[in-house]
């Protein structure tokens, strides 16, 4: 059996006169978990949709199992499901919304009972069968909607941004829900998300789309650890994006000038001397009280700085230092606590040249 | 004062006794405007739906024009289906004028851009993603049609009212192509303006009385449906 589900080739979907989104080539694998990470305004729902073949595009070809699907949209669309980020449940009972996708395909009532009732137990809402969809709750109705699509036993699950109007707490419920029932079904799937959390916790790989484009495709760590240009290390959450200039490189060890403050990383792709970005992620900082002495660590960076900024996000801590370059830390609360971190303190920031990832300008 | 006692007690008496005339032109009235709705319907749903999804040049006009039509003067329908079905007009070898058939015709004409106008306003006020989400559950593109109709049911039965109301209230595009032939095509609306030209006014309060409470029946039915959808 072949590798590929679903393939977009030379795709261009236009709006009127504006190209809306313009894939050359994508390939979703079998089995995979394809988030699709993008500002909003990318063209990240109707890429979606041209999977889930409701749009037609312009130009180009949408394949499943490599086969164009030319004719077969019908046929073919009842081996997928779609899970918008609206529930767009219907005016009945939830029972009847988890059905409703059996039902369409002529499923009989016996496969449908079952199916339903599985589903609708594994999404906590078994209790709810008999009320009407209208009365739900944001989180009740996501979980209804997620239920009506995985008990069609799709072969491609396609889910856009399905937790973006839910709050924080309902989010990560559903999300810890969702990912087992992946994992457990191990449906081909495609996930399009702007949070990058979400990427991270489902992804296979990680296709990052801006402006209509795909602009890089890989693993999770490939795309957020090493993004193929600044504006991909903006999107994907690279915090620390700074100008720099390449002073030496000795063994694939660089020595990066950025504003008078020297910054070791580890370079293995750069040649020669010139203008970089140097991205850090914020989870690779470690952050200690200054003047406590030597630093015999790994770490190829130390450096003292002010601490400028202290923001709460979900369960961690976001520490902004001013160390002659602005640099952003990610800590526990825990950690914060201990240290007694306040605005105005003074610490010393350190991270290893393996961390920081080298963008060479002007590509 | 004594003109209007007199003329309910006659009404009452009218209707008490059975008298078979009155019955035969309501039971006429509910047959032609039904029939004018049924058909309207069929016709106002489909065009109503082609309206509220699909883009295409001219739909601001078109709506502009169903919207014109929800308005249209019963007097000009008549007027201009009497030309057509007229016995020198172009569709005058039907033999359609004063008969059943004309108002049928007429009653459609007036109430089909009512049903129209409704379900064009109660698709559109669907979530705009709910057809993607239904075709993306595996629906046919009747199956879609289907569970969105479904889904405005509410709004849908307002349309019907409203069309059946258009149809059973009007009189002149009636009395122009069925020419208000006793047995034959007299109304209740034609009838009692001919009673009250006649200065028979107990006649004509019992019509209207039966007018009255026929519209009044059909719209409780409705809205106890209505309501009772709302509810569940």
């Known amino acids: 059996m072949s590798q590929l589900k679903l393939s977009l080739r030379d795709i261009r979907v236009r709006r009127g006169r504006a190209e809306m989104v313009k894939v050359p080539h994508l390939d979703v694998l079998r089995g995979e978990v394809l988030v699709v990470i993008g500002p909003n305004g990318a063209g990240k729902t109707i890429l979606l949709e041209t999977l889930a073949l409701l749009q037609r595009p312009a130009e180009g070809r949408v394949l499943f199992e490599g086969q164009p699907v030319d004719g077969r949209e019908l046929a073919l669309r009842r081996r997928m499901a779609v899970v918008f980020q609206d529930p767009l449940l219907l005016r009945r009972s939830v029972a009847d919304n988890v059905a409703m996708g059996l039902r369409l395909r002529g499923a009989p009532r016996s496969v449908r009972r079952e199916k339903v009732a599985h589903w609708m137990r594994r999404f906590g809402i078994a209790h709810l069968a008999r009320r009407s969809a209208m009365t739900l709750s944001g989180g009740e109705a996501q979980r209804t909607n997620l239920a009506r699509a995985f008990a069609l036993d799709p072969e491609v699950l396609l889910l856009d941004e399905p937790f973006s109007a839910l709050d924080q707490p309902t989010r990560e419920e559903l999300l810890d829900d969702l990912s087992d029932a992946l994992r457990d079904t191990g449906v081909t799937t495609v996930f399009v998300t702007h949070d990058r959390a979400e990427a991270l916790r489902l992804g296979d790989r990680v296709a990052v789309m801006m402006g209509g484009c795909i602009r890089q495709v890989g693993t999770a760590a490939e795309v957020f650890a090493a993004p193929v240009d600044e504006e991909v290390a903006a999107f994907v959450g690279v915090e620390t994006i700074v100008h720099g200039r390449l002073q030496s490189l000795a063994d694939g060890l660089a020595t990066i000038d950025v504003g008078g403050v020297a910054i070791q990383a580890m370079a293995p792709g750069l040649d020669s001397g010139g203008e970089v970005l140097v991205c850090l992620r914020p989870e690779d900082v470690v952050l200690e009280p200054a003047g406590l002495g030597s630093h015999t660590t790994s770490a190829r960076n130390h450096l003292r700085g002010i601490v400028r900024r202290i923001t709460t996000v979900g369960g961690q801590v976001r520490v902004v230092l001013d160390c002659g370059l602005t640099l952003v830390a990610l800590i526990t609360k825990q950690s914060l606590e201990e240290m007694g971190l306040g605005v105005g303190d003074e610490v010393v920031a350190s991270f290893k040249a393996t961390a920081v990832h080298i963008i060479p300008r002007g590509t | ?232």
């Open chain 2, 1 to 232: 004062m004594d003109l209007i006692w007199d003329g309910i007690r006659e009404a009452f008496r009218i209707m008490a006794s059975g008298d078979y005339s009155v019955w035969e032109i309501a039971l006429r009235s509910v047959f032609v405007s039904g029939t004018a709705t049924a058909v309207a319907l069929l016709l106002g749903i489909g065009v109503g739906s082609l309206l509220a999804f699909n883009e295409f040049p001219g739909r601001n006009l078109a709506f502009s024009l169903v919207n014109t039509g929800m308005g249209l003067p019963p007097v000009v329908v008549g007027l201009i289906v009497a030309i057509m079905l007229w016995r020198s007009g172009p569709l005058g070898d039907l033999r359609l004028i004063y008969t059943p058939a004309a108002m049928v015709i007429a009653q459609t004409v007036i109430a089909a851009p009512i049903v129209m106008g409704f379900t064009a306003a109660a698709l559109r006020s669907l979530h705009p993603r709910l057809r993607a989400q239904i075709y993306g559950l595996g629906a046919s593109r009747l199956q879609m049609l289907w569970l969105v109709l479904w889904e405005a049911k509410l709004p849908l039965l307002a349309a019907v009212m409203a069309g059946f109301g258009g149809a059973i209230s009007e009189i002149g595009a009636s009395q122009m192509v069925g020419g208000n032939l006793a047995g034959e095509t007299r109304v209740m609306t034609t009838s009692i303006m001919l009673e009250v030209s006649r200065g028979e006014f107990g006649t004509a309060i019992a019509l209207s009385f039966v007018l009255l409470a026929l519209i009044f029946i059909v719209n409780l039915i409705l809205t106890t449906v209505q309501q009772q959808e709302r509810r569940s």
